[in-house]
Nanobody, 121 residues
Framework: QVQLVESGGGLMQPGGSLRLSCVAS????????MGWFRQAPGQERELLAA????????YYADSVKGRFTISRDNAKNTVFLQMNSLKPEDTAVYYC??????????????WGQGTQVTVSS
């Protein structure tokens, strides 16, 4: 069992940056692939970025490639999402998720509660 808690969301002007953090409790965080998703009102949940358990593989959706960076610190049970050059269309609830085997999937086993990101002037 893994519990996930996101933080770092908030209101930011277009062009600004935010860094989201997701702290995992439970055992063997380093065995889990991690993903960041977002969901805007009326839209499906979207996989933005994913990182494998040992950081050897990363994935980015085209919508965030070159602007967002996923990273993890297994010693601190934490995964990060650095978001630069934010746009109004990045406004959504952001979720982190964990799975022992899935990486490029929407069907992760464990989910955080989400953190709101609003990009507006």
């Amino acid at each position: 069992q893994v519990q996930l808690v996101e933080s770092g969301g908030g209101l930011m002007q277009p062009g600004g940056s935010l860094r989201l953090s997701c702290v995992a409790s439970g055992r063997m965080f380093s065995n889990y692939n991690m993903g960041w998703f977002r969901q805007a009102p009326g839209q499906e949940r979207e996989l933005l970025a994913a990182i494998s358990w040992g950081s050897a593989r990363t994935y980015y959706a085209d919508s965030v490639k070159g602007r967002f960076t996923i990273s993890r610190d297994n010693a601190k049970n934490t995964v990060f999402l650095q978001m630069n050059s934010l746009k109004p269309e990045d406004t959504a609830v952001y979720y982190c998720a964990a799975d022992r085997s899935r990486l490029l999937s929407k069907e992760y086993a464990y989910w955080g509660q989400g953190t709101q990101v609003t990009v507006s002037s």
